[in-house]
């Protein structure tokens, strides 16, 4: 294996740009901001391309295997033998495909604010966050412990409330970035919990050490970790579902998805970059990431990720065929989507032919962040033209921008699982595996299918077709070349990003996974598929009321999902209702009675006693060397006579 | 001529001691008590030139204290009329009852 170390400055070049531009970017790079980020970015890119490129076709690879490798791992802080907080990197097939994802998107989107931010107050600001964000990306993807995805994972959460609450004078935004806070911060306990039970049980915080003391059968921590039992269930399921809490937190898992349709009050490229293509898969990267012991020890623990996936993937798809916030419909797709890969990865075994859903999720979490980039960045150029997101403002567009428009349709034709393009095959292997092993989920699956079509199609005919708008300022058009770029650039990974061979990369156990291609099988997805494109095309290419009389019809479902299925409102009712007056009212009224009160009594006393000392203090100079010459003369005769 | 006896010397030093306590506690004219410290101090300075002279005539002790003593209170007048000129200025005048808003 040669020489990796160079893997390093992956991670620490966005961090260069996010020091660079924080500190000096409002002096002295006003201006250049943008391209020296951009810059930076490119060579990350380049360097993780390579790395790629290396790591499946030239070292990667052990007797048909791919190793695990870590080329470089510092021991930071140990807390006893074994149990140390590393900072490390470790390299296998998902690691490093994140490393060429999380690079290139993030290059997309550098690329595009280029010129959808350009103007902007907080310029190099803008863009020492998205250096940040980067940064903590890439170093939650190549961890080598736990406790350092950890810490990465508490970055890009932070680095995400930063910019959703870039634009801070807007009331909504900062709401939405302390909602998004914490919410996934509520989540993030579950994971510490998680990781105290894991390391406590397995005396390790290392990945590699704890899957493998967690998964063999004859290992003594496993026994202990199973035996040992909480309200029925073991330990170690305890373990593995905090975790996923925490995971299903970052990722907008129902019932914890609250903050991702609010965090969409972000600068549209940020929404590209955070909050559909790379930080809301940490979730599923997290659970990918320990996937062995879910899928060896803890299979309960596995079905709670399916169905926790397969009820986010319907509801969120039902919610989003009723609103009317372009970007709010594209998260609701997100989380829908999500909840794909998670239940993918709950109904995968391990190893071999079993581990496809495995392979599934992970090819979907790839080709999934190429066309929802595309979504966003489409979605961002259209507001950029229209200056509003409501539905409503829009109508006609294919005229004026004719770019956005043909690489908007790839990436609906993307999600809708229409052959060829992307989405088609990574959502063909999910509902493959789902079929497999788990047949529920797979009707649950197969009409979520029909509604993701549906409701993007809706969309994308609400936004081109339908009425005729005549926008009243076209100076801008479609935003210039920097614009154009990377959506073409996506364009042409929603197209071709299907056509990789996937298993040959990803696999749960790492030998290759030949992916089949079952013509017969994919034919009903694919029919419900263009039946949902064909209603959308019905009820909204022409302008007509077909779609308010549906929703008339279905009157009381429709007003249940416009309203998200009043699951904020419940919240509010929990926290507000419940929390506060029958935990935090009594806590204050604690506070202010007992924890108060006996410091304030303390000083009240010594207020007293000091009233009435204080008169002994008079200034006059002749009154204290009275004091002092009486005490001096006592003392004198107590030494002399009572001393002796 | 008759030489005077330990007693008769720590009897002056005595009265001169309350001589000058009593000066301190019931004059109100800043210099009048200065002049009383010294005196009490002088009073202080008999004491130890009687006991050195008296007790243990081979050693020098009490009269290097007794030097100490005079240098330390020549700088402690200097301080004192230091502070009472200031408060001649502020206030024309120099009774100890000025001194008292020191106090806030």
Redesign the interface.
Known sequence: MPNTTYIVLIPLLPLAGFLILGLFGRNYFKRSAGIIATVLLLVATILSIYTAYGYFFEYGKVNGIYEKLMPLKYTWLEFSQGVSIDMGILLDPISVMMLVLVTFISLMVHIYSLAYMKGEERFPIYYAFLGLFTFSMLGLVISSNIFQIYIFWELVGLSSFLLIGYYYDKPNAVAACKKAFIVTRFADLGFLIGILILSFYSGTLDFTTLIQRLTSPESTELKTAIASTFLGVSALSWGMVLVFIGGAGKSAMFPLHIWLPDAMEGPTPVSALIHAATMVVAGVFLVTRLFPIFALSTPTALNLVSYVGAASASIAAIIACTQTDIKRVLAYSTMSQIGYMMFALGVSKYGGENGLGYTASMFHLFTHAMFKALLFLGAGAVIHFIHSNEMKDMGGLRKYLPVTHITFLIACLAIAGVPPFAGFFSKEEILLAAYQHNTTIYWIALITSGLTAFYIFRLYFSIFWNKESHPHDEHHGEGGFAMMLPLVLLAIGATAAGFIPFGNFVSSDGHVLESKFHLEFSILPVAIGLTGIFIAMILYKKQNNKAERIAAALSFVYKAAYNKFYIDEIYLFITKKIIFNLIGRPAAWFDKNVVDGSVNMIANITLAISVKTKKVQSGKVQQYAIYFLMAAILIAVLFIYWWK | MMQPGLYQILFISTALFFIG?YG???RRNLIT?LMSVELILNSVNLNFIAFNKYLWPDRLDGLFFTIFIIAIAAAETSVAIAIIINLYRSHHSID??N??????
Not at chain 2, 99 to 104: F, L, S
């Open positions: 306590a301190f506690l019931t008590m100890v009852e001194a008292e808003e020191m106090k806030y």
